[in-house]
């Protein structure tokens, strides 16, 4: 079984939301293989026989193509919406096998598109509610959640901010992402982050994202994107 995971890595909500489906995939099936069409080639890798699940993950941010040689059984778009006729062409190849998880809602067009959307709730979220519905919603998804949607006052927003240059200065693609909410869930590994049993995960990424907040304010520079 092959599926196709579309992302933007630019996108925070929507990397977090591809590691939450791998995290799935992995307690279902005991999954063994991801394989990234951003850095590999692929020539000779793609086995349509296997009976374990296979994801494939493309970067839309980068390249925009989706590869014509992949069959998969399954897509997934993260935070990502492709041109209105081909949603719809894809929605009717696979039926329920393609989702889509984002807060762009527009029911009168893709009201046929299984998954979740929600103008006021992150990428990544929406994917935790769809495959852990009935489990506590991790904190780091909440941090990465909130910071478009949910702060109501300057204050709140640059707090979440300062935790939004923290992930991002520790996630540079979806194994961080994958790393960072396993540790977000599993108190009792580090899985590479600094974390004691005086300072938490949200605690060391909270300290790291006012350093570098500090450094872009005194420096008068303007904020990366997140």
């Given at each position: 079984m092959d599926i196709l995971?579309?992302?933007?890595?630019?996108?925070?909500?929507?990397?977090?939301g591809l590691a939450v489906f791998i995290l799935k995939m992995e307690e279902k099936f005991n999954l063994k293989s991801v394989i990234d069409f951003n850095v590999k080639n692929l020539d000779g890798e793609i086995n349509m026989n296997n009976p374990n699940p296979t994801i494939y993950i493309k970067d839309f941010s980068n390249n925009k193509m989706i590869p014509n040689y992949l069959e998969p059984e399954k897509i997934v778009l993260f935070g990502v919406v492709l041109p209105?006729?081909?949603?719809?062409?894809?929605?009717?190849?696979?039926?329920?096998?393609?989702?889509w998880f984002d807060r762009y809602d527009d029911t009168?067009?893709?009201?046929?598109?299984?998954?979740?959307?929600?103008?006021e709730i992150g990428t990544c979220e929406l994917v935790w509610h769809y495959y852990f519905?009935?489990?506590?919603v991790p904190?780091?998804?909440?941090?990465?959640?909130?910071?478009?949607?949910?702060?109501?006052?300057?204050q709140k927003e640059i707090y979440l901010l300062k935790y939004q240059y923290g992930i991002r200065s520790s996630v540079k693609n979806y194994k961080d992402a994958y790393n960072l909410?396993?540790?977000?869930?599993?108190?009792?590994?580090?899985?590479g982050f600094e974390i004691t049993e005086k300072s938490s995960l949200e605690?060391?990424?909270f300290k790291k994202g006012s350093i570098i907040y500090e450094y872009f304010l005194n420096c008068n520079i303007k904020q990366l994107s997140v």
């Amino acid at each position: 079984m092959d599926i196709l995971c579309i992302y933007n890595s630019k996108d925070l909500s929507s990397l977090m939301g591809l590691a939450v489906f791998i995290l799935k995939m992995e307690e279902k099936f005991n999954l063994k293989s991801v394989i990234d069409f951003n850095v590999k080639n692929l020539d000779g890798e793609i086995n349509m026989n296997n009976p374990n699940p296979t994801i494939y993950i493309k970067d839309f941010s980068n390249n925009k193509m989706i590869p014509n040689y992949l069959e998969p059984e399954k897509i997934v778009l993260f935070g990502v919406v492709l041109p209105k006729s081909k949603m719809i062409r894809l929605t009717n190849k696979f039926l329920g096998q393609f989702l889509w998880f984002d807060r762009y809602d527009d029911t009168n067009t893709f009201n046929l598109v299984n998954g979740l959307r929600d103008e006021e709730i992150g990428t990544c979220e929406l994917v935790w509610h769809y495959y852990f519905k009935d489990k506590e919603v991790p904190e780091i998804i909440k941090l990465i959640g909130d910071y478009n949607y949910k702060y109501t006052s300057k204050q709140k927003e640059i707090y979440l901010l300062k935790y939004q240059y923290g992930i991002r200065s520790s996630v540079k693609n979806y194994k961080d992402a994958y790393n960072l909410l396993k540790a977000s869930i599993d108190k009792k590994q580090t899985y590479g982050f600094e974390i004691t049993e005086k300072s938490s995960l949200e605690d060391y990424l909270f300290k790291k994202g006012s350093i570098i907040y500090e450094y872009f304010l005194n420096c008068n520079i303007k904020q990366l994107s997140v």
